[in-house]
């Protein structure tokens, strides 16, 4: 069953439940209104009744001069007041030790010798007691009492009938039915429409949801309002937004992953190619020169020494994020002259100069990790500097007192549409002269990952023809 439909009838059924409810509740209380006031009405009619009774019999002993009236002269007297009385009872009962003496009708006859003797029984006279009694589908209210005659007690019995004010209650009960029949009728032609409005925006949320999960992650939901429907829908929208973000970006990542596996095969296949080239030739030819052999054999070594670097980037790259660093701290000149010790014979045998500096200060880092993040930058730097040039390694604080560091060339620089790309895996900017310098485009993603370690954040200023400014911004609390 579908939520308008379940709401269409739970809210149909409570609402004809509450109107059926209510209008019992006050066809009840009316009913028991009128049953009181009925009740009431009998007992000031058998009261005046009874009180006539006795006046008709003082009436009579005064005539008579009599002092009291005898049993058969009470008893002929209410007979004759019986048949001539106005008043309307459906039966009348008079009884006298417990023995009907005079009736005026048949209605209930045995019920209203036992009010009787429950009336007889009670200590105090004139004292009404009433019930009210049904048979043979009409209703009675019987009233008794006791009063004294003439020196004797006895029992007067009244029975009113009120079947109409039954009768008025059941017909309303029906009209109460069909009135419910036809309000509930309109009550749901207006209750449908109510839900299909109210739902409808849910219905469009429901079908921009499945062509969400068929993979239409563009799909978005225009619903209008403040409710909690319209923010669903827009909780929706960020939510495939969000989807078709991670699905972009896993896409991207498994085309880089492909490119990146591409390009490891194209990087391996050529220093491999030349390795079993020169060994095939070495084997095959039986003669050979000192000489040819010595070049061979620089070969393969030139070439195993790349596979070496390949393999050794590579695992560095690879296992950057599992391996646990060694956090220490460390002194800034300290460490930037170990640096300066280790990298002038190489920057030297280039023909280039180095100028490093640093400020005082300490930094919690990984030595080794930071020594091949330098290493790199200024290795970069050296192969696309020119003889002669200068490159700066700088240690200093910005204006608002992060530590930077810096590796500045002024060597060929790089076009400002490639910056985003030279921290990819193998990208190279000039794949023959890298590869001839022994690089394979792995130095700077591993100085991305290891900045990134040490809360680092690396970026790259370059101008073509002018040179590259490298910088590595660390925040206030390092690791």
């Excluded at 005659?149 to 069909?178: C, K, P």
């Excluded at 429901?206 to 909690?228: F, P, S, V, W």
């Excluded at 969000?242 to 390009?263: G, H, M, P, S, Y």
Aim: net charge neutral; aromatic share 6%; with cysteine.
């Amino acid at each position: 069953m579908k939520l308008w439909q379940k709401i269409f009838i739970c809210t149909l059924v409570l609402v004809i439940l509450a109107v059926d409810g209510t209008a019992l509740v006050l066809l009840s209380g009316q009913h028991q209104l009128l049953v009181n006031r009925e009740r009431s009405r009998a007992m000031d009619e058998h009261s005046y009744f009874a009180a006539s009774v006795r006046d008709k019999l003082v009436y009579t002993r005064l005539q008579t001069d009599a002092l009291l009236l005898g049993a058969d002269d009470v008893t002929a007297i209410m007979q004759e007041y019986l048949q001539d009385s106005k008043i309307s009872f459906s039966s009348i009962y008079a009884y006298r030790d417990g023995q009907e003496i005079c009736a005026s009708g048949t209605v209930l006859r045995q019920e209203a010798l036992a009010l009787a003797e429950y009336a007889r029984s009670q200590s105090s006279i004139e004292q009404n007691c009433v019930q009210i009694l049904g048979k043979e589908g009409r209703q009675n209210i019987l009233a008794a009492s006791t009063i004294l005659l003439e020196g004797r007690y006895y029992q007067i019995v009244t029975a009113s009938d009120i079947t109409e004010v039954f009768q008025m209650e059941e017909e309303l009960i029906r009209y109460v039915q069909w009135l419910s029949v036809v309000c509930a009728v309109l009550i749901a032609g207006i209750l449908l429409a109510v839900v299909w409005v109210l739902l409808y925006p849910l219905k469009k949320i429901n079908e921009g949801t499945r062509e969400i999960a068929r993979g239409n992650y563009q799909k978005r939901l225009h619903i209008r309002g403040y409710d909690e429907i319209s923010e669903l829908a827009d909780n929706m929208n960020q939510m495939a937004q969000a989807v078709e973000k991670n699905v972009q970006q896993l896409e991207q990542v498994a085309e880089d992953r492909k490119t990146f596996i591409a390009n490891l095969a194209h990087e391996m296949k050529t220093p491999l190619t030349s390795i079993l080239g020169f060994a095939d030739i070495l084997r095959v030819k039986r003669i050979v020169s000192d000489e040819e052999r010595q070049d061979y054999a620089n070969v393969i070594v030139q070439e195993t020494k790349r596979l070496r670097a390949l393999s050794g980037k590579l695992m560095e790259l690879i296992t950057m994020g599992s391996t646990r660093l060694d956090f220490v701290d460390v002194s800034l000149p300290d460490f930037f002259r170990e640096v300066e010790y280790s990298l002038t014979p190489l920057i030297a045998g280039r023909g280039l100069k180095l100028i490093v500096s640093s400020v005082p200060g300490v930094l919690r880092m990984d030595q080794e990790l930071i020594k091949s993040l330098l290493y790199n930058l200024v290795d970069n730097a050296a192969k696309a500097s020119p003889p002669g040039k200068t490159i700066e390694l700088r240690s200093f604080y910005r204006e608002d007192k992060r530590l930077v560091f810096s590796v500045k060339d002024e060597g060929m620089g790089i076009p400002q549409k490639e910056l985003d790309q030279i921290v990819k895996p193998f990208y190279m900017l000039d794949k023959s002269r890298s590869r001839k310098a022994g690089g394979a485009g792995l130095g700077l993603p591993l100085c991305v990952e290891i900045a990134r370690l040490h809360q680092g954040v690396l970026s790259i200023q370059s101008v073509v023809g002018k040179g590259t400014l490298v910088t590595i911004v660390f925040k206030e609390e390092t690791p």
